[in-house]
């Protein structure tokens, strides 16, 4: 390990931690001491290193083995103390103002969460209070606006994809952002970071001061998916799940471009919000797209949603290839018909209220063996359903590959069983080939890709 | 009573009320039928009351008997709708702007205050505790801004004094702002108005388009000394120790101006609070002004306090007579130190932390017969505990005086009893003769004044 | 004559005198020592002397004999240095920023106005000529501003008026800023200051922090009719007829309230050109009030007007006594009028171009006695030709009544003769006769009114 | 000449166009009919096809041979009409912002230039007039800002350089951004692009929302070199010389990439301008730098300027190779000093008024045979005006090599001889020579480079 040039520094905050009462700085410290340091050592660290491309999660925290941040309590309210910071984070002395503000960011929410858990406030067991919860994780970060018109689209895709895909998703995001559209995505590099890059040059062609680059993160994911610089609004949700929510609460519409396991779940689990009966009616633009070579996999993916939940389901979701301008185009006459509709219903912009999203979505899935294999991939059932059972099956095959917890549960009881009707199975089981063929399931390491699942009928 | 012109209408907030979860539109639909829809409805109509002069609160109260106002929940956020309101309130059809806002400011306050209660987060058994509270209402109601410089000068002073005297302080007000110094209040008529009268006019003078017009107030007061029409922030604490809390924590200096007894409390509060040995190296600027023909009062007060608590309280408070030039210079200059003992501290400028405030000034004085009999009015304790006391005394006076249940209790018991040592009492007489002889002891009605007290030695 | 309290500063310019080349800083300082040098001094010791009520111009101009004021260069641009300066327009040494600001635009628009003349470029032998220049004079001024809605209500009236009409005057203008309007006067105290106070007062309760006071003034006015502080734009025009066109150009509605034969020119100036052919269809609210009291003088003007210009004349000034809500609805209702017309017509909304103004109204009519007595009063020709020679006759007995020069043309060769139709000179003789009886014919001092004109049929 | 997609389309004004007197826009439709339409028209062409990498500006004009632009007068203004305008400068129908800013940016500085020239109020016979000339075309085009610090740098160099080099200016803008400076250029591609796009980057990293990115282009430039969509202030100076001198008077620094005979030209004019011996002691920060491999090009810059202008002129260069961190470093401390000096001497922030330009840098030379024949390359002069003479041998090679007339001269009557001292010559020789080594000596078309010029001693 190369020795990293690095820094002690003390910043103070800008915000709403400016304004602190005794007690709030007092929580404040015992985060600086307490059980939840090591979880804000990492999102800082992460932070800090933004920009650097190159990094996972335990490389950056192995860079930087003795990195210390401290809570000092004065008067005035309270300031961070770094020692042995990364010290590309900083200039002739003077942390960037960015970076600066995501580590007040990340504070501010990990806190935030902290106090809210310690308030015994939040119906963790009522849907309703699960989506109360997220409302006030993005209140207190300040994303939800009234007043402004509806103008968030949100990005999902691979982290990792080539760099056709990657070209592609800026010039998107470009075309986006001359129609005014503002962008949200998970906050890390490929499709998190390209269409904020286009966004970023077209709204300032369209003299567009404004432009919001909203990354939503979880602690498990920020060091390996640092925020990239272009971010200007980052919250750190608590879990998978509440971000999940987040996305599909504050989004306006959805942009999905190609990814791996993952993209296919995040696809299933607004599929399955989507075919609810509650919200047939409601409108949701939906796009899939990507270059030209991209085409198969966006086929396959459509297919296997036709195969699997239906022709009503494929229609929820169109298809665009290789025209960034029809897309955004779509896009905002879609976000345009969204408007309408809360304008009519008296709902509110910032927040989509009226998306009924079942608490069986809310609550994290935990997949092991047995879960896996008592998934219920059958017809007997409403389509929806159907479609939170799917994405259970690729939530578990993301952690089968790529999650600690998920490979030593392989490692010590083989492949999960996956066993469901036929007409499922089959279609499942070639869109997983056609991921492996197309090397869209990513591995840490360069290894071949050994299945961490079984299919059975 | 002559029927008033009323009006039906209905309202959407701005600010703070803008972005609720449905856990809180909830809550405040409650509140629009609960318990403390009496209180809300009773704040609401003061402030639909704006500006008509004459009124006091229970005139109000029965010049509207059919006034409603009920708060409607809607997906978007909430709304108020309002039955046979004060038809002054509004223009051609829309309510006046500072109307609307004041209405808010008075359901955000409310409903904050109730919703710290149920919380039970509030340590209402330690004085630091109570502070916090207080620090969260202010902050709730965004009245502290970081980063400000102080520039908060609070004017005390009766709602009830001569033209002359008003005159006097619309000057002061005016020689404040031109030194570009913002007024806070108690938000009604009188000493409560010129200064913000005066001060608007030298801050368009200035240029300053950001002067502030802060009005503390709390339920019990309101429906009497309606905001005037020139506060442009207005805070509703939950009752009269919280709010003198609130003054002397966000205020930089203060001024007396010519009042009664009640001024007389507001002035032993605080130098009971001076006088805590804590207290006695943090510069505080507190002056004691008015027009030439208020002189006897002044030096009275003067006298007094050097008589009661010494000439150590009386140097803490300046006289200044019939010069408002040099009044605001003084405060200027005074704020001047409280910055930079502040900076040198590092303790916020937007809140007064390193004020102590004893607790016996935090919990509300019950002015029984038996308490006012058992105040300890003597030398052998420290003179901040003797100005709690006086300031007690004075407290029990008023509401001997003024308030329903004080007046009750003199009727069923005879005046109060208050004794002490001699050389206390002696000066206590002559004062309270003195604003008898000057008509301060204001009364409803004007029959002339029978004291609700004796005083032994 | 007392001493007054004087001081020596230096100040230095804000806004379009920040950024001067070589060339423009060595003309203001020619400016500053050459032959308008006398014009700027006196200019500047009426804005330096704002506030003072009492004052005239020769009074001030004798109370400050040694004031000084210096313009000097330095590299980076310009500085004034004044010497002793009324004390009054400072504050512990700082001039006041409104006091400032208006120095600059006196500065701004004398400097203007000579550059104009010098460079030859405005062709003041044509009425398009003309009235490019006074755009061009307002604009320099950042008067204009594209795009914003109409909203400019000019006032009109005297300066000296009874309590009660002042007081009305201050009625009108706080419902016409509830309603969002903007006031433009003449801007020294009585009409021109009533209905900014009152605006000042309701923008605040509306919330509306961009209210626009508009003073026009002329070199020859500005030291009797000093600007009030209220005024937060100042232009100083070169000549009364400029700055007449100004006011029926930038304003997008025009009320009248009581006063003398200045008002009465002020009001044919405007009837004559909306008498003229072209302007027949133009919407231009026009409304005359008062209160009660001042009932008799506005039937007059009424009746007057009848007599003379006829019926539709009449129909073109509406007439509303004691009713300043009604007064403000009507002129609300005028002016959106006023939008849609220049919408539909494409006219700019910050100058009227669509308004024809004869040239006759443009040059400056001299009051000698043979152009008096040549005024062509008679019935065979356009009214709104007999408009134009009514208002000229009013020019000349306001001078004969108090301008220096139309004094002394009477001491010499006695009162002018004004001749005409009998059914003309009639009506007129009633109106004159009334302005005296109701002590509208204000002269210097307070001797009885002689009048300095004979009718003759 | 492959067809391009075109559009027609009508856009009006914002900014100083939006107030326009009819004077004004008569103006305008002149300029719209008249003698300077085909400028006009070619600035619009050039706006309207920014970013579209590959054109010149012949391509540009030949593939639109039927592009109309016409300025429409309407009471309210002024508005343009375009046919068969490219069609990627709009969005769904709607022009880009930056592109309608620019375009009137364009009609802005046409309209100016042509309106002082018809004026006759431009002294074009002195030094002093032609500086005012400048400073008036620039603060009309509101380039010009009173009070803000000094922080403008200046990139020159080549617009066709290695991708390494252009790499290496985005990093030095960059890290320019990193610290606060903004950016000006000739605003073209290459060195004019590369550090307006690292500058973005970083100002949005620091939260810097007011950022510039000053272009300065003249009219026979500006088709060859399109602005670049980065640019948000665009100013069209007349000729050359203005531009040159626009440069130096607004920038505070100057940083120097790799370029050709026209960087070299360029340097040459800024070291005559800083070896004159009124401006030895002004602080100007200049520096010249590139990647690695620029090292040879650097020190043969360096080398040339030390064997003719001698050490002093050297030592006012500064040149780092290869780290852009050292390099904004050094220009902010050189900045510092700027700001420092500028205080010292009230000389304003936003123009050198204190540099003295000699008249001979202000004129335009016109590089025929005889004037290239009879420069004065000799010892027995002025360092500076060895320096001019040298300037105006490189711009005759520029001219030679690539402007139309320049090649036709060199057609009729072979190359230009350019006679002067051995030791003069020599260095000359060298460098000339390594321009054509190192292919910095582009030609239209890729032919191999045959020298226009022969050198004698």
Request: neutral net charge; proline residues 5%.
């Amino acid at each position: 390990m190369v020795a990293r040039k690095t820094t002690n520094a003390t910043v103070t905050p800008k915000g709403s931690l400016e304004t602190l009462s005794q007690r709030e700085v007092q929580q404040l410290r015992e985060t600086g001491s307490g059980s939840v340091y090591a979880l804000f050592r990492q999102c800082a660290l992460a932070i800090l290193n933004t920009g650097s491309h190159s990094d996972n999660a335990k490389t950056i925290l192995e860079a930087y083995p003795d990195f210390e941040i401290r809570i000092l309590q004065q008067d005035r309210g309270i300031r961070l103390e770094l020692f042995n910071a990364p010290a590309d984070a900083f200039v002739d002395g003077e942390m960037i103002a960015s970076t600066r503000e995501m580590l007040f960011s990340a504070l501010r929410d990990i806190v935030y969460t902290q106090s809210e858990l310690e308030n015994k406030r939040v119906d963790f067991n009522s849907s309703k209070g699960i989506t109360d919860y997220v409302f006030h994780l993005l209140r207190n970060a300040r994303t939800l606006r009234a007043g402004v018109e509806p103008k968030i689209v949100v990005c999902w895709g691979g982290h990792s994809i080539s760099t056709e895909e990657y070209k592609y998703t800026k010039v998107v995001g470009h075309e986006l952002g001359l129609r005014g559209l503002d962008i949200c995505t998970g906050c890390g590099p490929g499709v998190m970071k390209g269409p904020m890059k286009g966004a970023t040059i077209s709204h300032a062609k369209q003299r567009n001061v404004g432009g919001r680059y909203l990354g939503l993160t979880e602690p498990g994911i920020i060091a390996a998916e640092a925020p990239n610089p272009i971010v200007n609004e980052l919250v750190i949700l608590p879990d998978i799940e509440k971000r999940l929510e987040a996305f599909v609460r504050v989004g306006h519409g959805i942009i999905i471009f190609p990814g791996g396991a993952g993209t296919a779940e995040e696809l299933l689990y607004l599929l399955g919000i989507l075919m609810h009966p509650d919200n047939r009616d409601l409108p949701f633009p939906l796009i899939m797209t990507g270059p030209k070579k991209a085409t198969p996999y966006l086929e396959q993916l459509h297919e296997f949603i036709g195969a699997t939940l239906g022709a009503e389901a494929q229609q929820r979701c169109k298809i665009i290839i290789n025209d960034p301008g029809q897309v955004a185009r779509e896009m905002a006459q879609g976000i345009h018909e969204v408007t309408q509709y809360r304008r009519k219903q008296n709902d509110a912009f910032h927040f989509n209220w009226l998306l009924t999203i079942d608490e069986s979505f809310q609550h994290p899935f935990e997949p092991t063996h047995e879960n896996m294999a008592s998934l219920k991939l059958t017809r007997n059932q409403p389509v929806h359903e159907l479609a939170a059972h799917l994405r259970r099956a690729f939530s578990g095959i993301v952690a089968g590959n790529v999650k600690d917890k998920g490979i030593r549960r392989i490692e010590q009881h083989g492949p999960y069983e996956i066993i469901g009707d036929r007409d499922i199975m089959l279609p499942l089981d070639r869109l997983l080939q056609a991921f492996v063929d197309q090397h869209r399931m990513k591995l840490p390491g360069n290894t071949a890709y050994v299945p961490c699942y079984k299919l059975a009928t």
